[in-house]
Structures are given as structure tokens and as C-alpha cells.
């Protein structure tokens, strides 16, 4: 009997112990989170794609063994009218239509792509979360005139959203005229409904919480309460969003470039232009295709698998 | 559930409205403006100079946006510079592909993504769960027009399985009704007519439907996952009901209301990608003609397309919804 006894106050013991340890450490939420994120494989997976990613976009174009530009292959003359040599000790990825060195435009590829990416979701980001505050911060707190200010805003999110998001991105493009800029600004518009709803509806939640009971009653400022309470509170799953959105943020740059509203300076390398260049040489060298469409699918599942097992982690519900 | 049609059919009319706004901004702010919309880059400055006073672009800007919008409400979207037919026509004589073709995507999306995520759901950690989940990332993360390439290069140059453009072989003869090929053929009894334009659908359906039956997968799953562990489902097993009453009555009902509106959300998406794999396979519906007028700066196609897919991607979305709300009664109640 004994023995049990001092098993059971032993394991009391034992959890009274880590309770207050973890008191006193403090554990945030997004400290638990990141210790969860370092436990899940698909997390380490992704972070490793994405760290691959970001070293080969910095430092890549400083150790390309060409000119990303250089069209060395009509100037040696092997390239022919439905001749492109394919890869050799010298040119690992062979040479594209033009005589340029597949392998270095790759890389150098690699730094636009990215920057494609990360400026169309932060412009994304910006004007969403923009909306989607002031809607949310209006709607949680601001009485009968948040509400008007609230439904205003969200309609003008439902008239974006009224429309598919290639066709969205579509319409901007042609307004715009073709440039690198267009793409950034076109697939970045198509995130904005998401970044706004999201935010929104994650504020109006925190809205009702005891805390911002508690500051109210307190007698906080209603906008100091948006700002320094409810915002930082809400910001997880647009966070989690805007990963995820860097993902397809890619795809549909190289979709855009598909339908001829890419970047029509094809001269700086980007792997959306290059799939879209290589349609028309699909016959005879697939592979054109095949290199900058493998190196689309991995980053974006980089960026996906971060962002799910972000969701995850950050999700209360498996919070122990 | 009369009054919830009709105020969500009232929920409609500022939305149509601002995008109305919208367009009618986005038609004078394109590069040359109205005119070039219609004459194309081609136009001498007189024969601007007639266009804008026939439109009435000296008139002011409220007489003018009323105007557009009289012409909207009438479907008199204008003519196509590349064909010189009215919009109108071109797109009814489309949409009909475009319909078959989302259809059989969603049908195929639908029919493989639900039982397969009910199914990693109910084996959780094991081989199938960590196929279907993988599979689906890939699902998400691939080019849909790069997919649709894959497929043609498969299943259709090399293995010739399928054919590879086009939405039905000409040479058939086949009668036409409706414009929905397989309708016809079926109407007509022309069996080989349906069967071949079945055939053409395959491959297009199947690369449009891969981002849809990959998020249906996961949403199925991870709702299947999260309806196993309410408290009316121990309770339904505790007091006896035979499993397959679970799954039927409480676990699959409550789990597909997320995946009921992913699948209207989704559909939208859908005419999205209809522009990329109607392109790759030449399939004559609304998306290849789309990516055309995109090349040929075809504005008034455009613009009439986009109003137009507009408003049926409203309405489907609100029948979405209302088919939600006869799925659960909590949403009638609001």
C-alpha cells in the first residue's frame, strides 16, 4: 500500500514540479508552437526546401558558371532550327531555345522567383490586413457605425471575391500592360479577399474575449484595444495564410506568364517564364519544361508544408 | 426558406452593382480607353473621334455609366474585334463546353475526394492516410497547365489512350441541339457521338480536377477527423446504433458541410483553371477563347466574359448556399 501511496505522490510531485517550471518559464503561444513545429517532420522537411531556396536565390547568381543572359549556343553555332543540345559535362541542363545555359538561368532564376513571390504576397498581406482590420477592429468594437463601416468594406471584398481568381488577376493585368510589376501586383490583388476575411473574422472573435472585457472595463481606448490587443491576438492564421500564399503566389505567376501576361522581358530568368517559354519546345526537348516546373512544385510544397504544419501548430485545439 | 432566397437574392444587387462600377472604371482605364476596346490598335484618329461621340463619351459620366449599365442589363456586351460575331453568341456557344467540362472535373473531384479523405480519415497514420495527404500536396503545388501537358504527353501522344485536342472528332457528324455534346448525343441517340466527346473530356476533366479533388481530400479528412471525436458520436455508438448508422446519420452528414462549401468555392476556381487546360487541349469552351482575346487584346470579349462569369459565379455561389442551409438547419435559423 505504502508503496502505491508513494508512487501516486511521487508522480504528483513530479507534475507540480514541470507545472511550475513551465510557470515560471512562461510559455507563450507562439513559444509552444515553435517547440511543436521542431517535432513534426513535415515541418523540418519544408524548412529545409525553403532554406535551400533562399541560400541558391542569395548567393546562386555569384556562383553560376554562365551568364544567365548569354546566348553562347547560337554563337558556337549549335544551335539549329529544331536543334537544342540537351545536357553535357559542360552545360548540365543543356542549353534553351535561345542558346543560353539552362543550368545558370535556373539558379539566377531561383532570386526572381522569389522576390515574385514575397513582394505579391506582401502586397497581398498589406492591403488585406489593412481591410480586414479596420473591418474587424469596426465590427468587434465599434458599435452600430463599426457595423455600416464593417458591411461597406466586406463588400467591396465580396465584389473581388465575385470573381475567379485568375480572371481577377486577368483584368488587372490587362489594365496594367505586361511587366514584372503587373504580375506582382495582379497575384498579390487575388490574395487580398483571403488576408481581409481572415483577419476580420479573427478579430471579431478576439473582440469577444474576457481580456478585451477586462481592458474595456478598465477604461482602455477602443482603438489602443484594436491595436495592441486584438491585432497582435489575431494575427496567427493570416501569418500562417501568408505562408501558405507565397506557395501559390508562384503557381499563379507562372500561370499568368502561360497566358502571355508574364514578364515579357524574358531575358532576366524567372521559372515561371521559362515553363511558359518552353511550351513551344516541348517536342524536342521536354526537359526545358520539365526543370523549371520540378523547381516550382518543390519550393511550393516548401512553402505549403511550412505553412500546414504552422497551422497546425498554432491551432488551440491541440494546445495541451 | 423563401424569405432566406430572397434576401440573399437582395444580398446580390450592391455586389453586382459596385462590380458594375468596377468594370465600367476598369473599360475607360485600359490602355487607350474605350475606343481602342472596339477599334483594336488599328483605328485612325477619325474614326476615334466617331466612336467616342457614337458612345457618348463627351457626355457626363453618370449619363455614360448609365448607359453601360442599361447595355449590361440587356446582354449587349458588344462585338469581338478577332471574330466580328457579338459576344453574347460567342459566349452561349461556349459555355455549354465549359459546363461539361467543370462538371466532369467536380465529378471526378467529388466521387475520388470524398471516400478517399472518409477513408484516411478512418485510417489515420496508416499507408493510405500518408498516401492521400501526400498526393494531395503534390495535387495543390503543381502548374495545372504543366499537369495538363504531363497528361496529353501520357495518355494521350504516347500511350494514345485518349485524344489529345478539340472537343469532339469532326468527322462524326454529329447533330447538335444544346451545345453540351454528350447531351446531344444521348438526345439524339447518336451513341458514338457521346461516347467520342465523353472521350475528349477525360483528359482536360482530369487535370482541372486535380487542385479541387486534392483540397476536397483534405477538407473531407481533416472534418471526418474532427466530427469522430464529438461527443454525439460516442454517444450515438453508446447507445447502441450500429456502425454504419454512425457513419451515415452523424458522421458523414456533419462532416460534409465544410466540404459542401469548399465545393462552391471551389468551382469558381474551376473556371479559373478552365482557362489554362482548355488552352493546352484546344478545347473550344469559354477559357480557351478567354486566353485568345487575352493574346489578341480583345477587349470587349474580355470584358463581357469576365461581367458574365461574374454573375454565374455569384449565383452558384448562393446556390451553394442554400444548399447548405438544407444540410444544416443551423444556418436556416440566422
Redesign the interface.
Known amino acids: 500500500m505504502t508503496t502505491i501511496g508513494g508512487k501516486k505522490r511521487e508522480k504528483i510531485d513530479r507534475l507540480a514540479e514541470l507545472a511550475a517550471r513551465d510557470e515560471e518559464r512562461g510559455v507563450s503561444l507562439w513559444q509552444d508552437a515553435f517547440r511543436r513545429l521542431r517535432r513534426n517532420p513535415a515541418a523540418i522537411i519544408g524548412a529545409v526546401i525553403l532554406t535551400v531556396f533562399v541560400l541558391v536565390a542569395l548567393i546562386g547568381p555569384f556562383l553560376v558558371p554562365y551568364g544567365p543572359t548569354d546566348t553562347m549556343g547560337i554563337r558556337e553555332g549549335v544551335i539549329k532550327p529544331g536543334v537544342i543540345p540537351g545536357s553535357s559535362s559542360e552545360h548540365w541542363f543543356g542549353y534553351d531555345h535561345q542558346g543560353r545555359d539552362v543550368f545558370s538561368r535556373m539558379i539566377v532564376g531561383a532570386r526572381q522567383t522569389l522576390l515574385v513571390g514575397v513582394v505579391a504576397t506582401l502586397i497581398g498581406l498589406a492591403v488585406g490586413v489593412l481591410i480586414g482590420g479596420v473591418a474587424g477592429a469596426a465590427a468587434g468594437l465599434g458599435g452600430r457605425w463599426g457595423r455600416w463601416v464593417d458591411s461597406t468594406l466586406m463588400r467591396f471584398i465580396d465584389m473581388l471575391l465575385a470573381l475567379p481568381s485568375l480572371l481577377l488577376a486577368v483584368s488587372i493585368a490587362a489594365l496594367l500592360g505586361p511587366s514584372l510589376t503587373t504580375v506582382m501586383i495582379a497575384v498579390g490583388m487575388v490574395s487580398v479577399p483571403v488576408f481581409a476575411r481572415l483577419l476580420r473574422g479573427s478579430m471579431i472573435a478576439q473582440s469577444n474575449s474576457d481580456y478585451v472585457l477586462a481592458a474595456t472595463s478598465l477604461g482602455v481606448r477602443k482603438s489602443k484595444i484594436a491595436l495592441a490587443h486584438v491585432l497582435p491576438n489575431s494575427l496567427a492564421p493570416v501569418i500562417v495564410q501568408a505562408t501558405l500564399t507565397l506557395a501559390t503566389a508562384i503557381i499563379e505567376a507562372a500561370a499568368l506568364s502561360f497566358l502571355g501576361l508574364g514578364n515579357p522581358d524574358s531575358a532576366t530568368p524567372e521559372w515561371g517564364v521559362m515553363l511558359a517559354d518552353a511550351q513551344q519546345y516541348l517536342g524536342i526537348r521536354p526537359e526545358l519544361a520539365i526543370y523549371p516546373a520540378v523547381a516550382i512544385i518543390i519550393t511550393a510544397l516548401g512553402f505549403t508544408l511550412l505553412g500546414e504544419s504552422m497551422r497546425e501548430a498554432l491551432d488551440p485545439k491541440l494546445r495541451k | 426558406m423563401f424569405r432566406f432566397i430572397v434576401r440573399r437574392l437582395l444580398q446580390l444587387i ?2 453586382l452593382f ?2 458594375s462600377i ?1 468594370l465600367f472604371i ?1 473599360l475607360r ?3 487607350g480607353g474605350p475606343e481602342t476596346a472596339i477599334l483594336g490598335e488599328r483605328g485612325t484618329p477619325e474614326m476615334r473621334a466617331a466612336i467616342r461621340r457614337n458612345l457618348g463619351l463627351d457626355e457626363p459620366i453618370l449619363i455614360q455609366y448609365g448607359r453601360f449599365v442599361r447595355r449590361m442589363i440587356r446582354l449587349d456586351l458588344g462585338t469581338s474585334i478577332s471574330t466580328k460575331r457579338e459576344v453574347t453568341t460567342e459566349f452561349l456557344q461556349r459555355f455549354p463546353g465549359t459546363v461539361e467540362l467543370t462538371i466532369t472535373a467536380m465529378v471526378i473531384a467529388v466521387g475520388i475526394g470524398i471516400p478517399l479523405g472518409y477513408l484516411a480519415a478512418r485510417r489515420r497514420g496508416r499507408f493510405l492516410d500518408h498516401a492521400s495527404v501526400g498526393g494531395s ?2 495535387g ?7 499537369l495538363a ?1 504531363i497528361l496529353k ?1 501520357i495518355f494521350s501522344e504516347n500511350l494514345g489512350w485518349f485524344p489529345s485536342s478539340g472537343r469532339q472528332d469532326p468527322t462524326i457528324g454529329a447533330t447538335r441541339i444544346t451545345n453540351f455534346f454528350v447531351l446531344d448525343g444521348l438526345m439524339t441517340r447518336e451513341w458514338d457521338a457521346a461516347a467520342d466527346a465523353l472521350m475528349h473530356l477525360v483528359l482536360p476533366a482530369l487535370a482541372l480536377a486535380s487542385i479541387p479533388l486534392a483540397i476536397i481530400v483534405r477538407i473531407t479528412r481533416a472534418s471526418v477527423l474532427e466530427v469522430l471525436n464529438e461527443d454525439f458520436v460516442r454517444t450515438a455508438e453508446a447507445k447502441g446504433l450500429t456502425e454504419n448508422v454512425v457513419r451515415r446519420r452523424h458522421v458523414l452528414r456533419n462532416a460534409m458541410l465544410p466540404v459542401v462549401t469548399s465545393i462552391g468555392l471551389l468551382t ?2 474551376l ?3 478552365a ?2 487546360t482548355e ?1 493546352v487541349f484546344a478545347f473550344s469552351g469559354i477559357g480557351a477563347f ?2 485568345d482575346s ?2 489578341q ?1 480583345d ?1 470587349p470579349v ?1 470584358m463581357g466574359f ?1 461581367m458574365i ?2 454573375v454565374v ?2 449565383l452558384v455561389n448562393l446556390i451553394v448556399d442554400l444548399s447548405y442551409s438544407l444540410i444544416d438547419p443551423r444556418v436556416r435559423v440566422r
Open positions: 450592391p455586389t459596385g462590380l468596377l476598369w482605364r485600359l490602355p500536396l503534390i495543390i503545388c503543381i502548374p495545372v497547365f504543366f501537358y504527353a469558381g476556381g473556371l479559373s483553371g482557362v489554362l488552352t478567354l486566353a487575352i493574346n487584346r477587349y474580355l469576365i462569369i461574374a459565379y455569384v
